[in-house]
C-alpha cells in the first residue's frame, strides 16, 4: 500500500551514518511522518521508519562501507556502515521494493517537523498492513 503525497510537499533530504562515510538522498516531505516500531532489532537501535519508495532513495557514497545483516526469513537487508555501526538505511521486509530510511540519520536543515507513530512490531504479522511507502 502506497501513501500519496502532495509532490508540492516533496523536498530532497540528505543523510548518513555517524562517521560520514555512508551519505544518501531521499525525496520525502519537509514534516516527517515516522513509525517508530518496538520490534526486537528496532527498538535496540532507535530506528524510526520513513519508507519510501526505491526510486525516491539515492546511495550519494560509502556502497564499499556497507554490511548487510540479515535475519529470521532473510528478506529484510539491513545496512550499516562497517566503520560507525549506524544503519541509516535498509530494504525492509513489508516492502522489498521500497526504501526504510532512518529518520534520525537525516540532516535537519530540510525537515520541518517529525510526527512520530508508534508501531507495533513485536505482532508484525498482525500489523504489517498498516505500514505503508510514500509515493507520486
Keep these: 500500500m502506497a501513501e500519496k503525497i502532495d509532490q508540492a510537499s516533496i523536498t530532497t533530504h540528505t543523510g548518513g551514518c555517524h562517521c560520514g562515510r555512508v551519505r544518501f ?34 546511495l550519494l557514497q560509502g556502497e564499499d562501507a556497507i554490511q548487510t545483516y540479515t535475519f529470521n526469513t532473510g528478506i529484510a537487508k539491513h545496512y550499516f556502515c562497517r566503520h560507525c ?15 526504510s530510511v532512518n529518520a534520525r540519520c537525516l540532516d535537519p536543515d530540510q525537515i520541518e517537523s517529525v510526527e512520530i507513530a508508534p508501531f507495533d512490531g513485536r505482532n508484525w504479522e498482525q500489523n504489517v498492513s498498516k505500514l505503508s511507502l510514500i509515493s507520486d
Design 85 to 99: 555501526g549506524i544503519k541509516s538505511f535498509y530494504i525492509p521486509r513489508s516492502h522489498p521494493d521500497g526504501v
Design 25 to 58: 538522498e531521499v525525496d520525502a516531505p519537509r514534516t516527517i511522518r515516522a513509525d517508530e516500531c518496538d520490534c526486537s532489532i528496532c527498538s535496540k537501535s532507535g530506528y524510526l521508519h520513513l519508507l519510501v519508495a526505491a526510486t525516491a532513495f539515492r
